[in-house]
């Protein structure tokens, strides 16, 4: 494997600008070729180190090391390629991300590039993707412009689901506690100040309104804060019996610990990314239970739960309860597309656009380039992030509400 740290950067306009205006690489044909070149760019140090280190690396780790074991990638004439890595770490820069995906198209020369991690640097890199000819799927990226995107970039695939969808879900559950005299009809959220943050929330705001929730307090932060004692105090001051936070890894962790100081227990307590993390978990024990957040896994799935212990077997970590198992279904997708087609990455994007695929996540079938059947609301409940919602998908369990108080620790 090839580590490369890029300390240079361009604003990333003008990064943009540039590499788009570049000329696409000719794809790879050699048929002496030893390996097949797979690169990526991650975020190994920085603010989003945090969730590639659960959700992404992880996976694409222990994806090489099972296909490598087994001997390569198979090809459609039954022969094998051992995969070779090429990655880069962008330190958490869209700028550096951008420079990063140009330099494994044009300069590395690779067979097929992964994605990044987070809505943001998905969307960032589209554009190249696109330019060079490479499928993109995108799992750490929640979008409603999923559709539209597809249109734009044929080989685009978003497989994580748009705010809507979640919001929705979370919608519907809060207001069936609302009918049921639970809780209050009214919630406080507040979001990030990035793609995910601004999906969710914009996308929230109607599905609040349409399930006969009040908004009573709406507030966008800037990613990297790290006070959020203001934001404690006025949502408990406006009434909400709920409140909701679409939040990234290092601001999921500081409202958890900031509520609980300032004893804001809330019956619903509904954070973003990060809640699925088992460390989140372990690290809350009690105070978890029955926080609700995206994602959640069915615990009697057993292609998951195989899934599940073969990660940690041999990366020493459990993945995290979201999107881990979609991060590694995508690359088994991959794998099989590439089986079947070869190395050609036009007939590669057409097998991922209509093929059928035997995964970790089960049976997926895309629809227009996105994955539709998802898990989309998760409550921490003795001690494991299980699936609430949708409430009528099989594996689902009842959430509990309202939310248990603080425990002493």
């Given amino acids: 494997m090839t580590t490369i740290t890029r300390r240079h950067a361009l604003r990333y306009l003008g990064a943009s600008a540039i590499l788009l205006a570049a000329a696409a690489p000719i794809a790879a044909t050699a048929d002496d070729r030893t390996s097949v070149k797979i690169g990526y760019a991650v975020s190994k140090t920085g603010g989003n180190a945090g969730g590639v280190g659960i959700t992404t690396l992880p996976n694409y780790e222990l994806w090489v090391k099972d296909v490598n074991d087994a001997g390569g990638l198979e090809l459609p004439d039954g022969t094998r390629l051992p995969i070779e890595v ?55 990226a929640v979008t409603d412009k999923a559709p539209e995107f597809v249109k734009r970039w044929d080989k685009s695939y978003w497989l994580l689901g748009g705010g809507h969808d979640y919001a929705d879900a979370l919608a519907k559950v809060l207001s069936k506690a609302s009918s049921d005299g639970t809780i209050n009809s009214k919630v406080a959220m507040i979001s990030v100040a990035d793609g995910f943050g601004i999906d969710l929330v914009t996308a929230a705001r109607p599905a609040m309104e349409n399930a006969g929730i009040e908004v009573v307090y709406d507030v966008t932060y800037p990613a990297g804060t790290t006070d959020f004692t203001s934001v404690i105090n006025e949502a408990a001051a406006s009434g909400a019996d709920s409140f909701v936070a679409f939040s990234y ?161």
């Fill in 249 to 409: 890894p290092p601001e999921t962790f500081a409202l958890t610990q900031q509520a609980q100081v300032a004893n804001f227990n809330p019956k619903v307590l509904y954070l973003g990314v990060g809640t699925g993390f088992p460390v989140y978990g372990k690290n809350n024990g009690a105070n978890a239970e029955g926080i609700m957040s995206l994602g959640g896994i069915d615990y009697n799935n057993p292609e998951n739960m195989a899934y599940r212990a073969r990660h940690e077997e041999v990366t020493g970590k459990a993945p995290d309860l979201w999107g881990s198992v979609i991060t590694y279904s995508s690359l088994q997708m991959l794998q099989e597309a590439i089986k079947r087609r070869g190395l050609d990455r036009d007939a590669v994007s057409d097998e991922l656009s209509n093929g059928t695929f035997q995964t970790a996540a089960g049976e997926i079938t895309l629809e227009d380039n996105q994955l539709r059947t998802l898990w989309l609301t998760g409550q921490w409940q003795d001690g494991k992030f299980v699936a609430v919602a949708p409430t009528d998908r099989d594996g689902a369990t009842a959430p509990i509400l309202p939310k248990t108080a603080w425990q002493a620790q």
């Fill in 86 to 140: 090429i990655e880069y770490d962008d330190r958490s820069s869209a700028e550096e991300v951008v420079r990063s995906v140009e330099r494994l198209a044009t300069q590395d020369e690779v067979d097929f590039i992964l994605p990044p991690w987070g809505t943001g640097f998905n969307l960032a890199v589209a554009p190249l993707f696109d330019r060079y000819g490479y499928p993109q799927l995108a799992v750490s």
